[in-house]
């Protein structure tokens, strides 16, 4: 299997993450609906730590194959998660890591 690298999101993964999802969407649902700002401002607010509450998993040369957030800032006794992995790499243990 390709060696693939965890380490936190950054805004800057905002346009691969839009993509990924969007890609998801449109073999799920049939249509597109995750926009970069939206993105953006999902992985970011007052008492967010987003190098604390995710990780991203990348192949080499960079591309995204998943990634993960833990909302815990609101209330820590219900988190909430929200994650994808990239189609082509699905079953390969990327979500389970």
């Given amino acids: 299997m390709t060696e693939v690298t965890y380490r936190p999101l950054t805004l800057d993964d905002g346009p691969a993450l839009a993509r990924m ?3 998801r969407d ?13 993105i953006s401002e999902n992985l ?28 815990d800032n609101i209330n820590p006794l219900r988190a909430n998660t929200w994650g994808c992995v990239d189609s082509d790499w699905r079953n390969r243990g990327i979500g389970s890591a």
Wanted: glycine share 16%.
């Fill in 44 to 71: 970011s607010g007052d008492g967010f730590d987003l190098g604390a509450s995710s990780r991203a998993a990348i192949l080499p040369g960079g591309a995204l194959a998943g990634f993960e957030v833990v909302y």
């Fill in 21 to 23: 999802l969007n890609r």
């Fill in 26 to 38: 449109l073999e799920l649902f049939g249509q597109a609906n995750h926009l970069e700002l939206t």
